[in-house]
């Protein structure tokens, strides 16, 4: 008798992911939910050699324990049924990468190195290998740069940013994975040949994974020249395709789009709408439905949304409600559409009563974010979206904070050489990408996203969004948002003027002169945000570092706004 197994999960899971990324404790939930034993490697090589990773790094050099490594992963890797917790560097050998993808289904474990620094007992706690020290971040740092193309290679991506109810989310995913599409990607063609090659994964520069759905997120200088390579790879060939975009991106690059899909074989149709928030209606939504039923679209076929946030809530929008729900793909081509509005599912019109009241959650495909389209973005447009992209550095990511204050003046000049510009809004995007898997439907940590965004919203709406741009009022709320932390002891002032220093090199306000203080106050009472009659507020306690506080005195509150409204 035969068994057919290509069906069957696979009855080992592998965990990798840098050090104090929480292995350890998410193997354990899983050995015990599946009755496996639970596989250290730290611990296997601490039993055979008495010594620990660390000791023996420091003893017999790196090279000599990767070696004792590769004989223990060896032997793991044989055991089955098996949860396998890998030290933070065996993935970096490419024996040890092919000989766990023999049986094993590798889950790679993800959150920011500030995260996993947070998390990392101060004192007392397991001595890790090459990270101990004061500057653990700084090390955590440079090893996930390091690290992350051959993490990349890992079957799953999960991340496990945020507290106990995301580690809790995190292992509910692999379980799911594991039982019901595991069997299929570990059998993928050439996958231990892929596993064992030294070239690091190409992978997409992150992916939002939220249970239930899955996208790529890509970002590169000439990103949408590869779309009929991209279509292919999320499988959605021979589709056809209802191109969305406005009149002044359509002027700048829709004929250069346009021929890529000719060029590709794709068919379909495009539509132009006139560029600017005033689109974002429900009038231009039953225009964009008509125009679909005319040319006859299916459920199968795909939207492509070419454009700034407008079009990409806009389309969105109609691509969540027109038969129920179709596809969209995401082509971000303004700086805070890469960042922000392509990435999460949030999609909406606006209403004469409020911007953005109608609206669902619909994840895209993919997003395919094309740097070089920034070269013609107006730039205030262009500086105004910066503002997010700073403001997921200073709330998660000092590294990020680095970069961007090493290379303020090229970026803000609009001539950072466009790697550079990739590599920036890729490990923005990323962190968008983290806390958003995280937390798809903002129950919790997506809310660290709003740093800024308490007074920002309230100085957008009080000058009837016509004065400051979303981004620039944004970088005044962060800076409401810095004084009202640094005045309740949780950040230096050191902190207050970094932050200050990068906005204005960045040409960002610091201040709103002559804003109408009681309509702030006020509308800032009125915001979604606002929980049982407190205001919910941003708060940092320190670089990379952001929590949720609804405890501001409103003294404070007062007092700040009206500083940011004497300039
Ligand atoms: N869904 C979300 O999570 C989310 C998040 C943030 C913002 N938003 C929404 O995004 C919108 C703002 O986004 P935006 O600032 O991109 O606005 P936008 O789409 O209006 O773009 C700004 C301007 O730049 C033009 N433009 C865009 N890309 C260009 C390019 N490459 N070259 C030349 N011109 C270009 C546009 O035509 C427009 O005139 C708002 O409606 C906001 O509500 C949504
Ligand atoms: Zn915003």
């Not at 094309?370 to 013609?376: N, P, Q």
């Amino acid at each position: 008798m035969t068994t057919d197994t290509s069906h069957t999960p696979p009855r080992q899971i592998v965990l990798v992911g840098l050090s104090g990324v929480g292995k350890t404790t998410i193997g354990r939930a899983l050995a015990e939910r599946l009755g496996w034993p639970l596989l250290d490697t730290d611990d296997m090589v601490l039993e055979r050699e008495h010594k620990t990773a660390a000791e023996l790094i420091v003893e017999r050099g790196e090279p000599e324990f990767r070696r004792i490594e590769e004989e223990i992963v060896a032997l793991a890797a044989l055991r089955t049924p098996a949860v396998i917790a890998t030290g933070g560097g065996a993935i970096l050998s490419s024996r040890n990468r092919r000989a766990l993808g023999e049986h094993g289904f590798i889950c790679y474990l993800d959150a920011t190195p500030t995260e996993i620094a947070r998390r990392l007992p101060a004192e007392g706690g397991p001595v890790r290998p090459l990270i101990d020290g004061d500057e653990v971040e700084v090390r955590l740092t440079e090893l996930d740069a390091v690290r992350r193309p051959f993490y990349n290679h890992a079957d799953l991506w999960v991340p496990v940013m945020g507290g106990p109810a995301e580690m809790e989310a995190a292992i509910s995913r692999i379980l799911a994975a594991w039982a019901t599409e595991a069997a299929e990607l570990v059998s993928r063609p050439r996958r231990i040949e892929r596993l064992g090659s030294d070239v690091p994964a190409r992978g997409p520069a992150a992916v939002v994974d939220t249970t239930e759905e899955r996208y790529p997120i890509w970002v590169a200088p000439g990103e949408l020249k590869r779309l009929p390579d991209r279509l292919q790879q999320i499988g959605l060939e021979g589709r056809r395709v209802f191109l969305i975009t406005d009149s002044n991106v359509m002027e700048k690059h829709g004929q250069a789009v346009a021929a890529v899909l000719d060029g590709g074989g794709i068919s379909g149709a495009s539509y132009v709408i006139p560029a600017g928030e005033e689109s974002k209606t429900q009038r231009m939504a039953d225009e964009l439905y008509r125009w679909l039923a005319a040319e006859r679209a299916e459920r199968r076929d795909v939207i492509l949304a070419l454009g700034g946030g407008v079009v990409c809530d806009l389309s969105g929008y109609v691509a969540a409600t027109y038969l129920r729900g179709m596809a969209v793909v995401q082509l971000p081509t303004s700086v805070l559409a890469m960042n922000d509005a392509a990435i999460g599912g949030k999609v909406a019109i606006d209403l004469p009563e409020g911007k953005n009241l109608v609206g669902a959650f619909h994840q895209p495909v993919a997003v395919l974010s094309d740097v070089d389209t920034l070269g013609t973005l107006p730039r205030r447009s262009y500086i105004e979206g910066f503002a997010e992209v700073i403001k997921h550095a200073l709330i998660l990511d000092p590294g990020l904070l680095e970069l961007l204050e090493a290379h303020a003046r090229q970026i803000a000049g609009q001539e950072a050489d466009p790697d550079l510009l990739a590599a920036i809004i890729a490990r923005s995007s990323r962190l968008k990408a983290l806390v958003v898997s995280s937390d798809p439907l903002e129950r919790g940590l997506r809310a660290i996203l709003n740093y800024g965004h308490t007074i920002g919203h309230a100085i957008e709406s009080t000058t009837g969004y016509t004065e400051y741009m979303h981004g620039e009022a944004v970088s005044v709320g962060m800076m409401g948002a810095a004084r009202i932390a640094a005045e309740l002891g949780m950040i230096d002032q050191s902190v207050v003027d970094r932050q200050a220093d990068l906005l204005r090199t960045f040409g960002l306000p610091l201040v709103a002169p002559g804003i109408n203080t009681t309509a702030v106050l006020d509308a800032m009472t009125r915001d979604k945000k606002v929980e049982r009659g407190r205001m919910r507020f941003v708060l940092l306690h320190g670089v990379g570092r952001a929590v949720v506080r609804g405890d501001v005195p409103e003294d404070l509150v007062v007092r700040t706004v009206q500083a940011l409204a004497r300039g």
